[in-house]
């Protein structure tokens, strides 16, 4: 419609972006994290009917959030220490639980829970500096407390990976040839 309306400023947004943010369809909420470049990071939801603002987790140091449409599992990746941890909560997010710890220099970025929640797409980031598209089973992740993975895509970088509706494929972009390419991955397929 071309209509905006201001809802909150953010203080201190990250320097390349305002905020990690994640939706709920199903819950009509929005999820976002404050306080992104001084202090400690909050995590905030806001109701987009009422406009209701709550915080879920203050001074979490928590970003890259993702929200499972149909379960409403929060995912996310929590820094401490020179560390990275992924870390998940149920709703309605009493407590966010601690799953893995990488190793300093490894990294999880840009993550995408699929939207029945059984399916975690991310950015892996290693110490040597290469970047990969990977998948892992949310299940596995929880039980085990691993992250055992499935390599999707490693060639210019791949990024932002976003599930279609069905949870069956995963679009990503990739600089393959000098420019932002669009990828879709079918998990069915494996193509």
Avoid at 23 to 52: C, G, P, V, W
Avoid at 65 to 86: C, F, I, Y
Avoid at 150 to 178: C, L, M, Q, V
Wanted: aromatic fraction near 10%; hydrophobic fraction near 35%; charged fraction near 20%.
């Amino acid at each position: 419609t071309g209509i905006s309306e201001d809802i909150e400023t953010l203080p201190t947004p990250i320097l390349h972006q305002v905020a990690s943010t994640a939706f709920s369809s199903t819950k009509n909420r929005f999820y976002y994290t404050t306080n992104n470049n001084q202090l400690y990071r909050d995590i905030r939801s806001l109701h987009l009917a009422t406009e209701d603002k709550d915080l879920l987790f203050q001074d979490f140091r928590t970003g890259a959030l993702t929200v499972a449409d149909k379960t409403n599992e929060m995912w996310g990746v929590q820094h401490s220490g020179g560390s990275a941890s992924l870390v998940y909560s149920k709703y309605p997010y009493q407590k966010m639980n601690g799953i893995v710890t990488f190793k300093v220099g490894e990294e999880l970025t840009q993550l995408a829970v699929s939207p029945n929640g059984d399916k975690l797409a991310a950015v892996l980031h290693l110490s040597n500096g290469s970047q990969s598209l990977v998948v892992a089973d949310a299940k596995t992740i929880l039980s085990e407390n691993k992250f055992q993975f499935d390599e999707i895509y490693t060639k210019g970088s791949p990024e932002n990976p976003s599930w279609t509706n069905e949870g069956s494929k995963i679009y990503f972009n990739a600089f393959t040839n000098g420019v932002s390419n669009i990828y879709c991955f079918d998990l069915n397929a494996q193509t």
